[in-house]
């Protein structure tokens, strides 16, 4: 069974700070990867999306990086800004499971101006 | 449309009582999935189409929920004879391609049963 988990949990930051949030998976037959942001009481907002041929994907100040040999993706912040505040998800499509993507329980993240 | 609409966007429902909750895929997304998820935790799976079939419905937790989408683009997640347990925020998904396609959401669901 595909196990997403995310760490941090909890994250609080400086405004204008580079960060890096985590995300594991324990089977590396995937076909891709995705990362969310979840604002309170909204839907998710789709940032970024990795295929498993693909090594890293870029948009604006965010990069997110995919090691499927490791089972790990990263989701870098550049230059964090107090907007950035939200919950941060990773999905991953896994070629095991049909066409259901697990999702991470999400890395809350607080930028302080 | 423009994007994943749903609604309604709260429903307050006495235990005992069906609610149906609707989706409305972007145009021409073949993929629809239904997602619940519950407060500080990540979605979790519920049931999957492509066009009017409804390839996986593992993730269902009881008979209790039946979900259908006849002609391929609005979906409808029933539940019937809802328990406290129910109580949830629930997340509708649609996929342009199979697999490889990114998956965009809408606002979500959120159930309440007293």
């Known amino acids: 069974k595909q196990e997403v988990t995310q760490i941090p949990a909890a994250l609080s930051v400086p405004e204008g700070e580079n960060l890096v949030l985590n995300c594991s998976f324990t089977d590396s037959a995937i076909y891709n990867l995705q990362w969310f942001r979840q604002d309170p009481g909204k839907g998710l907002t789709s940032l970024l999306l990795?295929?498993?041929?693909?090594r890293e994907q870029t948009s604006g100040r965010l990069n997110a990086s995919l090691d499927k040999s490791s089972g790990r993706s990263t989701l870098y912040i550049a230059a964090s800004q107090p907007g950035d505040s939200a919950t941060y998800l990773c999905?991953?499509?896994?070629?095991?499971?049909?066409?259901?993507?697990?999702f991470g329980p999400g890395t809350r993240l607080s930028v302080l101006p | 449309g423009a994007g994943v609409s749903q609604s309604p966007r709260y429903k307050v429902a006495k235990r005992g009582q069906d609610v149906a909750l609707r989706c409305d895929p972007i145009?021409?997304?073949?993929?629809l999935f239904w997602y619940q998820q519950a407060l500080g935790q990540g979605p979790e799976f519920l049931t999957y189409f492509q066009n009017e079939a409804q390839l996986d419905k593992s993730g269902l937790p009881s008979d209790r929920f039946f979900a259908e989408r006849p002609e391929g683009s609005v979906s409808t997640l029933k539940i019937q004879r809802t328990q406290q347990e129910d109580s949830a925020v629930y997340l509708c998904a649609s996929q342009r391609v199979r697999s490889t396609g990114e998956l965009f959401f809408g606002e979500g669901s959120r159930l309440t049963v007293l």
């Open positions: 999905a991953v499509g896994s070629l095991d499971y049909g066409q259901n993507f697990v």
């Open positions: 145009s021409g997304h073949v993929s």
């Open positions: 990795i295929q498993s041929s693909q």
